[in-house]
């Protein structure tokens, strides 16, 4: 016990030092796991033997993370991206992996491991370059949206190659492989429902499987979801999510199938579902901390010794790596009219190799594709093209874009009808109108209610809505609120709301919120807690009816109006005074008597403005339209007229 | 002639801004001009609830007045009919203590859609443009404003097709900075049709 506890202590300590200190020099959590790993490996070595025992369990992360990557994929927004999906990253991968092919068979590789490597380092890191984007906020250029939808595809095509590469086994590695394993011990067979079933059978239970899969997870999902919801209690829906992503890699290894490849479909079929963003900010903590294990482990069995031995090598390949991809995607912006610095961006962003090179090295020495050597001289590539990511966009920023700067004008210009999403926390009656107005403008946005009840009738409706507690961090997260240029706070519990207001403009200052308030009281707690626009739900709607009873007694609707907004513009003008008294609460209550006092003086204001009549010259309501006092023609009769210049023309037709 | 620095206000009346491509453009330029002071009524005032003394102060803060406007039925749009019923108030515009006006500049900034050649007595416009501002320039004339004549761009629809704007928006930017800078002779400009293609004739220095 005392030995485990040591280890995750180590492995901890590690990570939390290494990342933090990784992400400050621009460098990513992923290399940041690398270089823990590293330290605490062949470094220190503190952990050794057991790191790879670790690795097989921190795999799941890779498991959970295509999970993840399943869920985010809305079929709508795929449908959007088609053509730069398939023809961008498709050429992409197709053209880089064949370059490298090419080039490893010249040295004298077998097709099969050559076209392996072509595979590992087609794929570029999603996790570096989207993060990068993000901080350096070139998400919304053209270069980074095309880089974006060559990261998702390559994403996608991660799960047809896991399935593939086992079928490229070599015959010589298998049979060392099998030797160790008798010698070992022939108990430690694997469970399998498949192993004694002749061919034909297999394959039917394999479609069986994934017919599971996917009309149970399309069905059989969601009562389970609402029923798990309708209890109320958070930690049982962390597990439900655990269960079902656990229990579908546990059905796809029973039947011979990639547990990766189980729960990306999973994961595919839940994206339209309404617990999509609950799902997903339930899984994020455990993907994160397997997938960064995952990296430790990654670094901790990196061979220093093959390192200095064939250093050259190393960085040769390296370079040779960077620049060959950075070449097949210049060569394909024309082809998909990128342009300018754009091209650049594009090119440099996504040179590099990715974590899921990484994973598919581990799994193709699992799977007696690669030798293991060859694996470990491969990730040293892998790791070292990533840490020289950072520097390909510093060369972009600092040496690249200046040259483009001229075009910068345009691009702002291009720009101009991206408006950002809008987050809704809280669908009852008060944000569906919210949400009705913007949808109805074209404006996206990302409806999320705790209660199930309420998004389910949404749903039927077909609200796009989502299950979810906006107040908890880390589903805001999931929703995008990062990217999201508003938050509308609607919620009906008044604490959680304001709480919300805080936690946002803390956190995310950029984001501009708008809150309902349900009185003066929660108005002014909004307006503590950082609310940009804050609107009382009873006040408009109140004045409204008031408007129509005056209309209802004979007043003339115009005149009514302007009572109305000189209503609001005084109660307007006077709410900075009435929050000031009400923060000045140096008497402990918060409405005290000079609240009171000023609040009556307001009323007062209001009613002496609507008396005034329109002989008053300054009247306050009615100041508009007050017509000059009889007889003033005559004085301005005496006044010489002023000539017109140049002299009066006939004005004839 | 003045040659102090003039403070000069440009009010923008233009209620669908998303289809505008000449007074949008315009309106931007003359964000950038140091001494201009922009204000975009339909943005400030979506419910004509026009704020009768900060308008006021506003007009007494400024040398120039503006109004900058696409021509509607030959007129201004509403919300401008509306600031000139509001703001210009017996005892302050005019009348017998009326005086806040006298003296400052006033002119129009108008995109109109006809051709120029339609805008003449023979034309199916039968007016000159300026004719047809003669309410405005009474106005004027009676708050004891200077009327300077219009500057405008005629064939405004198809402006940007025909490449009229590079020209437009230097003369613009060349007008205003004149204006700021006190380098507008008043009176060789007064007798002009339109201020636009006659600025090489009527700025100084």
């Not at chain 1, 009281?521 to 006040?539: C, M, P, S, V």
Request: aromatic share 10%; charged share 20%; with cysteine.
């Amino acid at each position: 016990m005392t030995n485990y506890f040591l280890q995750a202590f180590i492995y901890l300590v590690a990570a939390v030092i290494a990342v933090p200190l990784a992400r400050r020099f621009g460098l990513g959590s992923v290399l940041g796991y690398l270089i823990a790993g590293v330290v605490i490996g062949p470094v220190i070595g503190l952990v050794g033997e057991e790191t790879s025992v670790i690795q097989h369990f921190a795999e799941f992360g890779v498991v959970m993370m295509l999970f993840v990557v399943g869920l985010e994929l809305e079929p709508k927004m795929l449908w959007a991206m088609r053509n730069r999906l398939m023809g961008l990253g498709g050429l992409q991968l197709l053209l880089t992996t064949g370059a490298v092919m090419a080039i490893a068979l010249y040295f004298g590789q077998q097709s099969s491991i050559a076209f392996t490597i072509g595979l590992i380092f087609a794929l570029s890191s999603t996790a570096i370059v989207l993060q990068t984007f993000n901080e350096k906020g070139l998400s919304r250029t053209d270069g980074g949206r095309n880089a974006f939808s060559v990261l998702l595809f390559q994403d996608i095509a991660v799960i047809p190659m896991l399935a593939f590469i086992p079928l490229l086994a070599l015959p010589e590695l298998v049979e060392q492989a099998q030797q160790a394993a008798t010698q070992m011990a022939a108990q430690h067979e694997e469970m399998s429902l498949v192993a004694d079933l002749p061919p034909w059978a297999y394959a039917m239970v394999m479609v069986a499987a994934i017919g599971i899969l996917v009309v149970g997870g399309h069905y059989l999902s969601r009562p389970l979801f609402r029923f798990v919801a309708s209890s109320g209690v958070r930690e049982i829906f962390t597990a439900t999510a655990l269960m079902l992503v656990i229990g579908i890699a546990a059905l796809m290894s029973l039947v011979g199938l990639s547990p990766a490849l189980g729960t990306f479909l999973a994961g595919v079929v839940l994206a339209n579902s309404e617990f999509r963003h609950e799902l997903e900010s339930n899984i994020d903590p455990f993907k994160g901390l397997l997938l960064g294990l995952f990296f430790i482990t990654v670094g901790a069995g990196i061979d220093f010794g093959i390192l200095w031995q064939d250093l050259g090598l190393i960085l040769g390949l390296t370079l040779g790596i960077i620049v060959l991809k950075a070449l097949v995607l210049l060569l394909l912006t024309p082809v998909f009219k990128i342009g300018q610095s754009d091209r650049w961006l594009f090119a440099l962003s996504l040179a590099q190799a990715g974590e899921f090179g990484f994973v598919l090295l581990s799994f193709t020495v699992q799977n007696h594709v690669l030798p293991g050597e060859l694996a470990q001289l491969l990730s040293l590539v892998v790791a070292l093209s990533m840490m020289l990511t950072p520097g390909l966009f510093i060369l972009f920023e600092r040496v690249i874009e200046p040259r483009y700067c001229t075009s910068e004008a345009e691009r702002e210009a291009d720009n101009i009808d991206e408006h950002g999403s809008v987050i809704i926390a809280g669908v009852g009656r008060f944000g569906q109108v919210v949400n009705r107005l913007l949808s109805a403008n074209g404006i996206k946005t990302v409806v999320l209610d705790h209660q199930i009840s309420q998004v389910d009738m949404l749903r039927r409706i077909n609200v796009k809505s989502y299950f979810g507690d906006a107040t908890r961090p880390d589903l805001l997260h999931t929703a995008g609120i990062e990217e999201a240029a508003l938050l509308v706070v609607a919620m009906d519990n008044r604490d959680s709301a304001v709480e919300l207001v805080k936690y946002v403009k803390h956190t995310y200052p950029k984001v501009k919120v708008l809150a309902r308030a349900f009185d003066r009281g929660h108005a002014y707690l909004l307006r503590d807690a950082g609310a940009d626009f804050i609107q009382k739900e009873t006040l408009l709607s109140a004045l409204e009816l008031g408007a129509d009873a005056m209309k209802c007694l004979g007043f003339h609707p115009f005149h009514v109006e302007q009572q109305k907004n000189t209503f609001k513009r005084i109660e307007k003008r006077s709410s900075d005074t009435l929050y000031g008294a009400w923060k000045d609460d140096s008497s402990g209550e918060r409405f005290d008597n000079n609240y009171r006092k000023l609040f009556i003086e307001l009323e007062e204001t209001i009613k002496a403005a609507m008396a005034r009549d329109r002989n008053d010259k300054y009247a306050m309501s009615e100041r508009g339209w007050t017509p000059p006092p009889k007889g003033y023609d005559e004085l301005l009769d005496g006044e010489e007229p002023q000539p017109l210049r140049p002299p009066e023309e006939e004005i004839k037709p | 002639m003045s040659e102090q620095q003039q403070a000069v206000l440009l009010l923008l009346a233009h209620p669908s801004q998303h289809r505008s491509e000449v007074n949008l453009p315009l309106f931007e330029l003359a964000k950038t001009i140091p001494g201009v002071t922009t204000v975009d009524l339909y943005g400030e005032y979506p419910e004509f609830d026009i704020d009768i003394e900060r308008e006021q102060q506003r007009l007494l803060a400024h040398d120039v007045v503006i109004f900058q406007f696409p021509l509607y039925w030959y007129s201004t749009p509403a919300i401008l009919k509306e600031w000139q019923d509001l703001v210009l108030e017996y005892g302050f515009a005019y009348g017998t203590d009326g005086n806040a006006l006298k003296g400052k500049r006033f002119f129009c900034a108008i995109t109109a859609g006809g051709k120029e050649e339609a805008y003449q007595a023979e034309g199916y416009n039968h007016f000159t443009l300026r004719q047809l501002l003669a309410p405005l320039e009474q106005t004027a004339s009676l708050t004891g404003m200077r009327y300077l004549p219009p500057f405008a761009l005629f064939g405004a629809r198809t402006a940007v097709e025909d490449g009229l704007m590079a020209l437009h928006l230097k003369e613009w930017r060349e007008l205003l900075t004149a204006l700021v800078a006190g380098k507008l002779n008043r009176r060789l400009a007064a007798k002009l049709e339109k201020l636009n293609g006659h600025l090489d004739q009527i700025i100084t220095g």
